[in-house]
């Protein structure tokens, strides 16, 4: 499995665990207002994780990020095989 693969396999996880959140939301019990659900601390935790993840996918070669290419969200990535950059192998 590659970089790419595995991204959008977390993604996929991501968007269930909101799912979940916001269905489990929609049901949940009156007075419990200072409750943080366990549903809430997964997505959001996990949503962390990803981004952690996504950070640390450099090329091991000439250091460049692979998925947050600048300062812009319009510059967010996809990772591919090979460094966009140098074309080094990411595996
Ligand atoms: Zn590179």
């Known amino acids: 499995m590659n970089i790419k693969h595995k991204l959008q396999l977390m993604l996929g996880i991501e968007i ?3 799912i979940v959140h916001k269905f489990n939301t929609n049901h ?3 007075g419990s207002d200072n409750f943080i659900e366990w ?3 997964l997505a959001l935790s996990f949503g962390i994780f990803i981004i952690i993840y ?3 996918i450099k090329c091991l070669k ?3 990020r692979q998925v947050f290419r600048g300062f812009s969200i ?3 990535r ?3 095989d090979k460094c966009y950059k140098c074309g080094h192998s990411l595996r």
């Open 28 to 30: 949940s019990l009156t």
């Open 78 to 80: 996809m990772p591919e």
């Open 16 to 18: 269930i665990l909101i």
């Open 74 to 76: 319009w510059d967010l």
């Open 62 to 64: 000439c250091g460049a």
């Open 39 to 41: 549903h809430y601390i």
């Open 54 to 56: 996504t950070l640390r």
